[in-house]
């Protein structure tokens, strides 16, 4: 059985992304019977290309993508070589930490909320600052150059990044370099940035590439802080696809072939930008300059990373806030009443989503983490990991754009009559959860001191005995995290869940962003904090169950 | 495989029969030996010298890397054909490695042969392997409330518990300190004596080699 956990793992990984891939071809050159399309033709790029604004909504996409990558990357790297090590970095990192699992859409509405024109600052500020007694005419979130978006962006994955960063740091010589960067005279930042994160970098280059398919592609986000005249390219592909006119179904195919390409494009883009930054350095480090006044730098870099996490966690708790308001109006920074009235009347609308979002989340997480665990035991056995090879098939699915293959396999399970069951919608979710258990697992998984398998099995124990009393035991924490991240992954899932369920199987955070669009705070509060106490609450069951299980156990507590 | 007493299993000798490790074409030792049952062979080396791969072969945990040859017989049980979890290796490092989820007695329950019946039954000889190093009532403790000495004890009693036909010692009593070490050697191989079991012991230090009292092999001399 276990003989062949590796290749199903394979198979859960690539199949649905080769077919979707294949099913998405089709259609974007006129092929697809279903909907009376029975013969090749360019016909569905030239309706693409005469989509008025097209080549914005592309540029728009592939900009707000590129950008919020380099400031990302920019500013973990800064962090990391700036305050690796110090009491400060230590804060931060448990404070940036949680981030992770919070949701894109509830992460964009917690933006959203704190810097609106009638948002939280704009409260906090007027009328005495800024003399408004009305919330101003501006266009803050949904602005046309995309920044709201890009701010979204950046919050949510500078998290991601600096995680990335952290597991790779045990395996490159960090502290070891600090002192010698020192002696030779040069500041921290620089001196750590030219001689240690290039090596880090080179570790955390697929997390990166992954962050810049996801921003260039995503609706989520988008939806809820990028521009409107046009909207970015992703947004207005879902719109046709999900028009009620079907022949809209070959341009939003057409559309997901240029949006693969916009995504392509960008990597190349950005490849090119590493060659030019590597450049840069070696240049920098050959004049000899040693970076000594590096204030500035270093206080942005640490500023930049608190200011992600308290307009998150702010945000955050501004959503609860109103989800509980009465009347609120500007410019208060305080609602004059507090009433559950809003979760009274949400609440019977809430019980299906959230069976939904549970069912999915609970099935896709606990099959992913089976099999997961059948990969690694396989690879404990025989002695072989994969390599690079199996690395970079776990991350294919967070390099191509969901879009890509989404529409494909919408297509390919409706002309199956498969769509909308919870089945396939449990499958499309594993593909973007497995990757995220493997990798939350695997380190902590390699790290086991395997000798106390050697001495279990010395005293008798079958493999599969070992397995069950000693290993999982001792690793329960870390499954139980991992599970915890492939929930919060499951939950956090948009566009998966809109096409595969096609409407069928709405989910707390695809009723959220719907709701996005209406604009009622207090019922968007009531969802975005529901999306994000989900991810919340596996978290805490995670490191309760062992808290509880193993109370009596001292070292297993501490480990 | 006998359960019901020492005897059949223990009293073979460990024949390590022309067994050889390499790692990429270099040969890391080369050993052929008789250890009767009760006495000890110590193998000598340098860290770095491989001298745990002979344990790892014995005990069948050896690292795909290496290449072995040779075979390892148990009296006239040809270790080397079975699974590992068949050739009851007992095996002792230089940490005590209790299971840490489990109490001291769970420790002990797991290495109990699942041939004695009964709670009762297999608690009590649970209790009996404690009180015989000297833990009488340390059953229902949790292991890493235990001093260094008591951790190396319970490991003792544990791999003495699952009745294992020869011993696999990987630098057992190098973390102890002086007065601690010479406590646990006496120990280790007076239990290995009187059960009559065969020890391959592996060590750097000297004194450990000449406290066993048995052959003394030295690899690794080329080492730089």
């Keep these: 059985?276990?003989?062949?956990?590796?290749?199903?793992?394979?198979?859960?990984?690539?199949?649905?992304?080769?077919?979707?891939?294949?099913?998405?071809?089709?259609?974007?050159?006129?092929?697809?019977?279903?909907?009376?399309?029975?013969?090749?033709?360019?016909?569905?790029?030239?309706?693409?290309?005469?989509?008025?604004?097209?080549?914005?909504?592309?540029?728009?996409?592939?900009?707000?993508?590129?950008?919020?990558?380099?400031?990302?990357?920019?500013?973990?790297?800064?962090?990391?070589?700036?305050?690796?090590?110090?009491?400060?970095?230590?804060?931060?990192?448990?404070?940036?930490?949680?981030?992770?699992?919070?949701?894109?859409?509830?992460?964009?509405?917690?933006?959203?909320?704190?810097?609106?024109?009638?948002?939280?600052?704009?409260?906090?500020?007027?009328?005495?600052?800024?003399?408004?007694?009305?919330?101003?005419?501006?266009?803050?979130?949904?602005?046309?150059?995309?920044?709201?978006?890009?701010?979204g962006l950046v919050v949510k994955e500078v998290p991601f990044l600096l995680l990335v960063t952290l597991a790779a740091i045990p395996q490159s010589p960090v502290m070891a370099a600090l002192p010698l960067v020192r002696s030779l005279g040069h500041g921290r930042t620089l001196g750590l940035l030219l001689a240690v994160w290039p090596g880090l970098y080179r570790q955390i280059r697929l997390a990166v590439f992954a962050v810049i398919a996801y921003a260039t592609s995503n609706v989520d986000m988008a939806v809820i802080l990028g521009p409107t005249l046009p909207p970015t390219l992703p947004v207005r592909l879902v719109g046709w696809m999900n028009d009620a006119d079907l022949s809209r179904r070959f341009v939003a195919c057409a559309g997901a072939l240029v949006q693969i390409g916009v995504t392509a494009v960008a990597l190349l883009l950005w490849i090119i930008l590493e060659?030019?930054?590597?450049?840069?350095?070696?240049?920098?480090?050959?004049?000899?300059?040693?970076?000594?006044?590096?204030?500035a730098v270093r206080f942005a870099s640490g500023v930049a990373m608190a200011l992600a996490a308290t307009v998150v966690f702010g945000g955050l708790a501004l959503l609860a806030l109103w989800s509980v308001a009465g009347l609120w109006s500007f410019p208060d920074a305080w609602p004059q009443s507090l009433t559950i009235r809003t979760w009274e009347k949400s609440?019977?609308?809430?019980?299906?989503?959230?069976?939904?979002?549970?069912?999915?989340?609970?099935?896709?997480?606990?099959?992913?983490?089976?099999?997961?665990?059948?990969?690694?035991?396989?690879?404990?056995?025989?002695?072989?990991?994969?390599?690079?090879?199996?690395?970079?098939?776990?991350?294919?699915?967070?390099?191509?754009?969901?879009?890509?293959?989404?529409?494909?396999?919408?297509?390919?399970?409706?002309?199956?009559?498969?769509?909308?069951?919870?089945?396939?919608?449990?499958?499309?979710?594993?593909?973007?959860?497995?990757?995220?258990?493997?990798?939350?697992?695997?380190?902590?998984?390699?790290?086991?001191?395997?000798?106390?398998?050697?001495?279990?099995?010395?005293?008798?124990?079958?493999?599969?005995?070992?397995?069950?009393?000693?290993?999982?035991?001792?690793?329960?924490?870390?499954?139980?995290?991992?599970?915890?991240?492939?929930?919060?992954?499951?939950?956090?899932?948009?566009?998966?869940?809109?096409?595969?369920?096609?409407?069928?199987?709405?989910?707390?955070?695809?009723?959220?962003?719907?709701?996005?669009?209406?604009?009622?705070?207090?019922?968007?509060?009531?969802?975005?904090f529901l999306q994000l106490a989900l991810p919340f609450l596996a978290f805490a069951v995670a490191s309760a169950v062992p808290a509880l299980l193993f109370r009596n156990r001292r070292a297993i507590q501490a480990a | 495989m006998g359960q019901d007493g020492i005897g059949g299993a223990g009293l073979q000798p460990l024949v390590l029969d022309h067994v050889s490790i390499t790692l990429a074409g270099r040969q890391l030792l080369s050993v052929d030996a008789t250890i009767a049952p009760g006495a000890v062979l110590s193998v000598m080396g340098p860290s770095g010298s491989g001298k745990s791969t002979l344990l790892a072969f014995a005990g069948g945990f050896l690292d795909h890397v290496f290449c072995a040859t040779g075979r390892v017989w148990n009296g006239a049980t040809d270790l080397t054909a079975l699974p590992p979890q068949e050739r009851h290796a007992g095996l002792l490092f230089q940490d005590p490695l209790l299971f840490p989820h489990m109490s001291v007695g769970g420790n002990l329950l797991f290495a109990l042969s699942p041939s004695v019946k009964g709670k009762a039954q297999r608690r009590a000889q649970a209790q009996a392997a404690l009180a015989e190093v000297g833990l009488?009532?340390?059953?229902?403790?949790?292991?890493?409330?235990?001093?260094g000495g008591q951790k190396a004890r319970v490991a003792l009693a544990r791999v003495m518990l699952s009745k294992p036909r020869f011993l696999l010692l990987d630098e057992p009593f190098s973390k102890l300190d002086a007065a601690l070490r010479q406590q646990v050697r006496d120990l280790v191989f007076a239990n290995a004596k009187r059960l009559g079991v065969p020890v391959l012991l592996v060590t750097h230090d000297r004194a450990d080699a000449e406290a066993a009292g048995g052959d003394i092999i030295t690899i690794g001399d080329e080492a730089p």
Excluded: K
């Design chain 1, 347 to 528: 609440l019977p609308s809430v019980a299906a989503p959230l069976a939904n979002t549970l069912s999915i989340a609970g099935l896709s997480t606990v099959l992913s983490v089976i099999i997961v665990l059948a990969c690694l035991q396989r690879e404990n056995e025989t002695g072989r990991t994969g390599g690079n090879r199996a690395l970079l098939l776990v991350y294919l699915p967070l390099l191509v754009p969901q879009i890509g293959f989404l529409f494909g396999l919408q297509l390919l399970l409706v002309s199956g009559g498969w769509d909308a069951s919870l089945g396939a919608l449990v499958l499309v979710h594993m593909v973007f959860v497995l990757p995220y258990v493997f990798l939350s697992l695997t380190a902590p998984w390699r790290a086991f001191d395997r000798r106390y398998e050697a001495i279990a099995i010395g005293l008798g124990a079958s493999p599969s005995r070992v397995f069950w009393a000693i290993r999982l035991p001792m690793m329960l924490r870390a499954v139980l995290v991992a599970t915890a991240v492939g929930f919060a992954v499951s939950v956090g899932q948009y566009l998966p869940t809109l096409l595969v369920g096609a409407g069928r199987f709405p989910t707390i955070t695809t009723e959220a962003v719907a709701l996005g669009a209406g604009g009622n705070r207090r019922v968007i509060g009531v969802y975005a």
């Design chain 2, 136 to 147: 009488d009532g340390f059953v229902d403790r949790d292991p890493a409330t235990l001093s």
């Design chain 1, 275 to 295: 060659r030019l930054t590597a450049a840069i350095g070696s240049a920098i480090a050959d004049r000899g300059l040693r970076g000594q006044r590096e204030r």
């Design chain 1, 1 to 151: 059985m276990l003989r062949f956990a590796p290749t199903f793992a394979i198979a859960i990984l690539c199949l649905p992304l080769l077919a979707g891939t294949a099913g998405t071809l089709l259609p974007a050159f006129g092929y697809l019977p279903a909907i009376g399309g029975d013969r090749l033709t360019l016909a569905p790029f030239a309706a693409l290309l005469a989509e008025p604004g097209l080549f914005r909504s592309a540029l728009t996409a592939l900009a707000t993508g590129l950008v919020s990558t380099f400031l990302s990357v920019a500013i973990v790297a800064l962090f990391v070589c700036g305050w690796y090590g110090t009491r400060t970095f230590a804060t931060l990192q448990h404070l940036v930490a949680p981030l992770l699992a919070v949701p894109h859409a509830a992460a964009a509405f917690a933006l959203a909320f704190m810097i609106a024109p009638s948002g939280f600052v704009a409260r906090l500020l007027s009328p005495w600052a800024t003399g408004w007694d009305r919330p101003p005419d501006l266009l803050i979130v949904n602005d046309a150059m995309g920044l709201a978006l890009v701010a």
